[in-house]
């Protein structure tokens, strides 16, 4: 067993324990971080699988992205802090199942399929995101603009939903 | 057998499975925005375990982590919208009470 996949088998699984967590804990904010927690486990399995510049964005961008989805957490919970072990779930038992099958799913193709040869010549983090940045502004430029443009119309869209609306003057 | 990728996309299974579990049984829409954060999560693992042991040339997988990672942003953005817009008109951000937006 290689170093490498210890550390793939130690933090997968505590990106996948921490996911477990999320939906188990009564209190909200023990959620938020638990979810971030996971998402930060899944950093380090990209750090794991030398791919840098993803592991350090991914870690820095969920790290922002939870602590928002914290504080949002305790501003409209009725029970963030989970004292009164409030039961917020449904269909609890379809739940699991959709889940289980997915999961099962997922499994088979993954173990009964066949890969194909391993890659080894990996480059190293340099050279990766100078070919993720020419990628980025090559080739893929359409698809890059685009998701930007995107981010920016949901920004909008987001921002006009959750505006008040105006109260009518009184003639 | 690339036991490296089985282990990665196993890891990236389950988390899917546990998503979307989280994204179906929760009555709250943050809880379910978390669910679905882990399913695309899941996602983000399986890419860059078929970047590192499936192709390593190729740069457009790395591109592709980015995409999901975007949409992770913009799901999230909307749906934190949705979720200001109801709790000013409802109160709360339970969906057992929103039953009114079926067709």
Do not use: C
Not at chain 1, 52 to 78: C, D, K, R, Y
Not at chain 2, 58 to 76: D, K, N, W
């Amino acid at each position: 067993m290689t170093v490498q996949m210890i550390f793939l088998v130690f933090f997968g699984g505590a990106a996948v324990w921490f996911g477990i967590v999320v939906f188990r804990t009564h209190s909200m904010v023990r959620s938020a971080l638990a979810l971030l927690f996971s998402q930060t486990a899944v950093g380090l399995m990209f750090l794991v699988m030398q791919a840098e510049f993803l592991g350090v964005l991914q870690i820095m961008m969920m790290a922002t992205e939870m602590s928002v989805m914290a504080i949002f957490m305790v501003m409209f919970m009725m029970d963030p802090g989970g004292m009164g072990a409030m039961d917020m779930t449904h269909q609890k038992r379809l739940s699991l199942w959709a889940g289980g099958i997915g999961l099962a799913a997922a499994l088979a193709v993954i173990w009964l399929a066949d890969w194909g040869p391993i890659g080894t010549d990996i480059p190293g983090a340099a050279q990766q995101t100078a070919d993720l940045g020419r990628e980025l502004l090559g080739r893929s430029m359409f698809i890059f603009q685009s998701v930007g443009l995107t981010i920016l119309t949901a920004m909008v869209a987001a921002t006009m939903v959750a505006i008040a609306p105006a109260k009518e003057q009184p003639k | 057998m690339i036991l490296e990728l089985m282990i990665a996309l196993t890891a990236g299974a389950a988390m899917f499975g546990t998503g979307l579990y989280g994204a179906l049984s929760q009555t709250n829409l943050v809880m379910i925005i978390m669910g679905v954060e882990l399913i695309l999560a899941a996602a983000l693992v399986n890419l860059v375990a078929f970047w590192r042991y499936l192709h390593p040339e190729e740069p457009a997988a790395q591109m592709f982590v980015l995409i999901i990672m975007a949409v992770m942003a913009v799901e999230m953005t909307v749906g934190f919208g949705i979720a200001i817009a109801r709790f000013r008109s409802r109160g709360s951000v339970e969906m057992e009470e929103a039953r009114e937006l079926k067709g």
